[in-house]
């Protein structure tokens, strides 16, 4: 007796039409970049003359804030209630050990020593959140807490300034481009390499979109969950370190470091319910932000309204990208579910 077995051949073509739709995809920082643009026009038509200059502008403001924005955009990579809300607390401590261990031992150890000032604060969240079970958000913030105490006391006993050289180097450039957002587009791509190419970067991503999934397929995730936020920590510690040169080192330096860089991950178009990371979106968000401020200034805007602007803001584009993107389909479908079966419960009540 024999038996065949037929299977259908593959469709050529298949391949070829995935990779012509994956190519034609709307990219995740696409809003971001047209709102780049439209707030710059407007601050061309507002003040004419020359309309690089607040191209330029941003370029020497963006990085720190881009720094700061990577390290929170993996913290929040990796899915619900994972916010660092330390890192503005972080970036106004790094600023006095940059300055301070600068003096003793030169710029680049204490750069170095900010960046391990910022890894100490990551250890505390990381020890919170796994060892006592604290929710990320409290954890991170009691270590803002602490950092801030910290910081008042660096603040006394420290009156040093940043040193010549890291001065210089801070407000170097180019060929006209400042060649802080050149070392900054150069860790950008470093971190979009770690994401797509190691297994750490993988491990993050898999955890925001399970984490019980992920750990059912190998991932360690209490690991990749410690080296996250000690990375959030080194790249507040980095991006204070750093503008210690280029402003001075001050108790309230960082302090709106942290929700801009909740805002610029958002408007970068990462999710905010984890699973996805667009490094590109740190900066595009970050240089929409940096204009917005420069427009609302110049038109005369109060601190306190551009903060509600913001705001409205960062909810309105992820609604946009909600729709545009599908992921927010299965939330109105849980509220549709949801309502209904309140409805039927209701009426069986009633009748």
């Known amino acids: 007796m024999t038996t065949s077995t037929s299977t259908p051949p593959p469709a050529p073509t298949l391949p070829t039409q995935v990779g012509a739709r994956s190519r034609l995809r709307w990219p995740a920082w696409g809003w971001s970049l047209i709102g780049v643009l439209a707030v710059w026009l407007c601050i061309v038509a507002v003040r004419p003359g020359q309309p690089f200059e607040p191209l330029a502008q941003a370029l020497s403001l963006a990085p ?32 006095y050990v940059a300055v301070g261990v600068g003096a003793a031992a030169g710029p680049v150890i204490g750069v170095a020593a900010a960046v391990g000032a910022g890894v100490a604060a990551g ?40 040193g010549a050289g890291l001065r210089a180097f801070v407000n170097a450039k180019l060929l006209g481009v400042p060649v ?3 070392l900054v587009v ?35 995730v209490w690991r990749v969950t410690a080296i996250t936020y000690v990375v959030s920590g080194a790249l507040a510690g980095l991006a ?14 960082g302090t709106s470091y942290m929700l801009d860089s909740v805002a610029v991950v958002v408007i970068g178009g990462t999710l905010i319910s984890g699973g996805r990371a667009v490094p590109v979106g740190a900066w595009t968000g970050a240089l929409f ?21 913001k705001g ?40």
């Open 64 to 95: 720190f804030l881009v720094l700061v924005a990577l390290g929170q955009m993996l913290v929040i990579t990796l899915g619900p209630g994972n916010i660092d809300v330390s890192v503005g607390a972080v970036v106004s401590m790094a600023s």
């Open 123 to 162: 250890l505390v969240s990381v020890v919170a959140i796994l060892v006592l079970r604290v929710p990320p958000i409290i954890a991170t913030l009691a270590t803002s807490l602490i950092v801030q105490s910290c910081t008042l006391l660096l603040a006394d006993s420290n009156r040093a300034t940043a």
């Open 180 to 182: 802080m957002a050149l």
């Open 186 to 220: 150069v860790v950008t791509a470093l971190v979009a390499v770690v994401l797509a190419r190691t297994r750490f970067g993988l491990g993050v991503l898999a955890v925001g979109q399970s984490p019980r999934a992920a750990e059912r397929a190998g991932v360690r």
């Open 240 to 253: 204070g370190g750093l503008l210690a040169a280029f402003i001075s080192p001050s108790t309230v330096l």
């Open 289 to 309: 932000f940096v204009l917005l401020s420069g427009l609302l200034n110049l038109v005369g805007w109060s601190v306190g309204a551009q903060n509600i602007l």
């Open 312 to 351: 409205v803001l960062v909810v309105a584009v992820v609604v946009v990208s909600a729709a545009a993107t599908g992921t927010g389909r299965s939330v109105l479908a849980r509220l549709r579910d949801s309502l209904t079966m309140t409805a039927k419960k209701k009426e069986n009540t009633h009748g």
